[in-house]
C-alpha cells in the first residue's frame, strides 16, 4: 500500500488519513472560508488542532477562544495557535477569513482539561547545520501535558535536507528508542513544487520513495524518513506521533550517522 496520501484540491477536506490505517496516530486538514463552520469531535481520543494560516473562534462546553490566528501563510515566520481538546470533548470551529486548520488525533485518556496552546508558549529552535538546517516549532511536545499526542511543526530552506541524517523511532526501547507512529502533512512554497520524502526499514520490508505535492500526506508506519527540498522551493510539514509511550527518542541510519560529524 502506498504511504502517500494525495490531497483533495475541491471540498473543506484537504487531506485525510484513513480511519484504521494507523494505530495510534489520526489526521486530518481542512480549509474553510469566512463563515464556514468545522464540528469536531474528540470520542475517547485526544486531539491538538493547529491553526495552519488565518483567524478563527473555537468555542465548546466550558471555553470559548475569540478571534485566533496571525498568520496567513505557515512560511511565515511565526508559530501558530493551537488548541489540545481531551477525549468527550466537542468543539466548533468558525472562520474568521480563510482558514487551513490540521486535526490531529491519539489515544486518548482523563485527566486532561481543553486547553489553548499560544504561539509564544511554542519552543523554536533551529536544528542542523549547513545544507541540513531546518527550522523546528514545538506545538505540544512530551514536556507538555497530553497523553499520547506529540506535534511539531519544521520549516525547510530551498535545497536543503530535513529529517536529516535518516532516523526511525520504530523499537519500544527506553532510553534508547521510543516507538511512535507519526504522518508528515506537507506544504511547499510555491505550491506547484514538490518534495521528496523516502520511507524505509532497514530489511526494506518497506522502501518508498515519493514525489509529494502540496498538502500530501506521507505516512510513517516506521522505518527512517528523510525529506529533500528541491532548490527553488521551501518546505513546511506538520509532524504528528503517537505511540505506547509519550517520549521521543530516535535512531539514526548507522549508515549514514558519519554525516553528524561534518
Not at 495552519?52 to 498568520?71: H, K, M, P, T, Y
Not at 518497506?206 to 508506519?221: C, H, K, T
Not at 510539514?237 to 530516535?250: D, E, Q, S, T
Amino acid at each position: 500500500m502506498s504511504l502517500l496520501v494525495k490531497s483533495s484540491k475541491r471540498g473543506q477536506t484537504m487531506v485525510a488519513l484513513e480511519a484504521g490505517r494507523l494505530e495510534y496516530v489520526g489526521f486530518a486538514a481542512y480549509r474553510l472560508s469566512l463563515g464556514e463552520t468545522l464540528p469536531v469531535s474528540a470520542g475517547d481520543q485526544e486531539l491538538c488542532l493547529v491553526l495552519l494560516s488565518g483567524r478563527v473562534n473555537i468555542e465548546g462546553e466550558g471555553f470559548n477562544w475569540q478571534n485566533l490566528g496571525d498568520r496567513q501563510s505557515v512560511f511565515e515566520d511565526k508559530s501558530p495557535f493551537a488548541a489540545y481538546l481531551p477525549p468527550g470533548t466537542d468543539a466548533r470551529v468558525t472562520a474568521l477569513s480563510d482558514v487551513q486548520i490540521a486535526v490531529c488525533a491519539a489515544p486518548g485518556a482523563v485527566g486532561f482539561a481543553p486547553r489553548l496552546i499560544r504561539p509564544e508558549q511554542c519552543k523554536r529552535s533551529v536544528r542542523g547545520k549547513g545544507a541540513n538546517t531546518r527550522y523546528v516549532c514545538d506545538i505540544l511536545p512530551d514536556s507538555e501535558p497530553a497523553h499520547s499526542l506529540l506535534v511539531v511543526e519544521v520549516r525547510t530552506p530551498s535545497g536543503h535536507s530535513s529529517s536529516y541524517p535518516p532516523h526511525k523511532h520504530d523499537t519500544d526501547d527506553l532510553p534508547h528508542q521510543s516507538f511512535l507512529e507519526e504522518t508528515y502533512y506537507h506544504q511547499i512554497n510555491p505550491p506547484q513544487g514538490f518534495v521528496f520524502q523516502r520511507v524505509y526499514t532497514d530489511d526494506r520490508s518497506i522502501d518508498q520513495a515519493m514525489a509529494v505535492e502540496n498538502s500530501d500526506l506521507v505516512v510513517v508506519p516506521k522505518g527512517y524518513h528523510p525529506v529533500s527540498v528541491p532548490y527553488g522551493y521551501e518546505s513546511y510539514y506538520l509532524n504528528v506521533m503517537a505511540g505506547p509511550k509519550r517520549a521521543w527518542h530516535f535512531h539514526n541510519d548507522p549508515q549514514h550517522s558519519w554525516l553528524l560529524d561534518l
